[in-house]
C-alpha cells in the first residue's frame, strides 16, 4: 500500500509561482496514474492535473491549464506541481493522489490513495 506525504505549501501573493512535492512510501509509483486535486472548505473535491505511469501524457482541468505542470520523477517515487501566475481563486488545499487507472484521469472518482494535503493560501 502506497502512503503520500505531500509538502511545499504556504502562502504566496497573486502572479507568484510555488511548486508542490508529493513523496511515495512503501510501493513504487512506476505502475500509477498520479494526480493532484484541490478542495476549498464547503466545496467538492476536484483534480487539476494527472500525470500517466511514464510522465509521457498529462491532462489538467481547464483553470489552470498553461499556469499549473504536474511532472514526476518514478526513480525517486515523487511527483511535483509547478504552479505558475497563481491566481486567489487557486486557495486550497492540495491532495497527491494514486490511480490504477490506465490513462491520466482528472476525474477525482479514479483515485483511491491520498495524502494527508498541503494548504496553498494565494492573497490578492
Known amino acids: 500500500q502506497v502512503q503520500l506525504v505531500e509538502s511545499g505549501g504556504g502562502l504566496v501573493q497573486a502572479g507568484d509561482s510555488l511548486r508542490l512535492s508529493c513523496i511515495a512510501s512503501g510501493s513504487s509509483l512506476m505502475k500509477l496514474v498520479m494526480g493532484w486535486c484541490r478542495q476549498i472548505p464547503g466545496k467538492e473535491r476536484e483534480c487539476v492535473a494527472s500525470a500517466s505511469r511514464s510522465g509521457g501524457n498529462t491532462k489538467y482541468k481547464d483553470s489552470v491549464t498553461g499556469r499549473f505542470a504536474i511532472s514526476r520523477d518514478n526513480a525517486k517515487n515523487t511527483v511535483y506541481l509547478q504552479m505558475n501566475k497563481v491566481k486567489p481563486e487557486d486557495t486550497a488545499v492540495y491532495y497527491c493522489?494514486?490511480?490504477?487507472?490506465?490513462?491520466?484521469?482528472?476525474?477525482?472518482?479514479?483515485?483511491?490513495?491520498w495524502g494527508q494535503g498541503t494548504q496553498v493560501t494565494v492573497s490578492s
Open positions: 493522489a494514486a490511480s490504477n487507472n490506465l490513462i491520466a484521469t482528472i476525474d477525482v472518482l479514479q483515485y483511491h490513495t
